[in-house]
């Protein structure tokens, strides 16, 4: 696929990184300055559609930066442009639906950071690409940082070969708790039952939920616990080299108060390990300032992200994508 598209000019951003060969994230800005508006850039987008969703692939992020994209009506507009069908979220995040295919991202306190994942990575169907928007870009702090996923897995079977054969024989099993029925915004994790599967009926969010791959256990004060496994510590997908995915929430969910993280047949996993790895997550790192209007496309399958802690305000935009 040729890199280069007379609709785009490649720039730069702060912070940007070349891994492998490929400079992650890859910013796109007008060709000149007279199509910058919103209209130019949904043609641009219509007219190569195959083209973006390789660069996707190769780069693994791409950044649309320059252009007049001012509020969730336009970021749905460049989301539909590109023509990739929607998946509902599922997850323990609190988010608020704001316009046909756009949401908040993880409403909890801009004071906590949200550990690095894969959207949805132990649901059986998860996102392709996850686009986020700002809106309001934070004054401090507030960055999106994302990992290239391969790294991850290179190093740790390095470091702990031993222990990654056996977590990806045995495969891995988690859990999670939802405290309520309703959501509790002071928590990253704070999505209650009833929001997250759609439902205010136990029987059908059972339903739901072991649809998704989950058995649950509903507790005596309302919440439930959601079981998942077994599930893989990495994945291998098309197009993109043959990369080992580190695909997984081990460093996120273990030994939390609302989670756990094992191995499948109930085994724990070393304490040092998953400390090592969370070292190794963050050294992998690569983030940009946001400025407003900015879009940013993520290769789910290729991609860790998560959020630094932030001073207010910081408004940023969700779609997620098949």
């Known amino acids: 696929m040729e890199f280069s598209c007379k609709n785009f000019k490649v720039g730069n951003c702060e912070g940007e990184k070349v891994v492998d060969g490929e400079t992650m994230p890859l910013v796109l800005q007008p060709p000149v300055a007279n199509k910058s508006d919103l209209e130019s850039l949904l043609l641009a987008l219509k007219n190569n559609k195959h083209w973006l ?8 992020a791409v950044l649309l930066r320059g252009y007049d994209v001012k509020n969730a009506e336009d970021f749905n507009e460049i989301v539909e442009a590109c023509g990739w ?11 608020t639906h704001i316009y046909k295919r756009v949401w908040t991202a993880n409403e909890g306190p801009l004071s906590e950071f949200i550990y690095y994942h894969h959207e949805m990575v132990l649901i059986k169907e998860y996102p392709k690409k996850v686009i986020l928007f700002c809106e309001i870009p934070p004054p401090e702090g507030g960055e999106t940082p994302f990992v290239p996923s391969f790294k991850v897995t290179e190093r740790m079977v390095e470091e702990f070969p031993e222990e990654v054969k056996q977590m990806e024989e045995k495969g891995l099993k988690y ?8 959501n509790d915004n002071s928590s ?9 599967f759609g439902t205010s009926n136990p029987k059908e969010a059972e339903r739901r939920a072991n649809a998704l791959g989950m058995d649950m256990e509903w507790l005596p004060d309302g919440g439930v616990k959601t079981i998942l496994g077994p599930r893989n510590l990495t994945k291998v997908f098309e197009q993109r080299k043959g990369r080992r995915m580190w695909f997984n929430t081990v460093v996120g969910m273990y030994g939390k108060e609302l989670s756990s993280a094992m191995m499948a047949d109930g085994t724990e996993i070393p304490k040092h390990v998953v400390k090592r790895c969370e070292e190794i997550i963050e050294e992998e790192s690569i983030q940009f300032k946001w400025e407003k209007g900015d879009v940013v496309f993520f290769d789910n399958y290729a991609l860790l992200h998560g959020r630094r802690p932030s001073l207010p305000p910081r408004k940023v935009l969700v779609a997620t994508c098949k």
Do not use: L
């Open 188 to 196: 990253m994790r704070g999505r209650g039952w009833e929001d997250a």
């Open 85 to 95: 069908e929607d998946i509902r979220y599922v997850g323990p995040a609190p988010r």
């Open 175 to 182: 859990s999670f708790t939802a405290r309520s029925t309703k």
């Open 53 to 60: 969703e390789q660069m996707i692939i190769k780069n693994s």
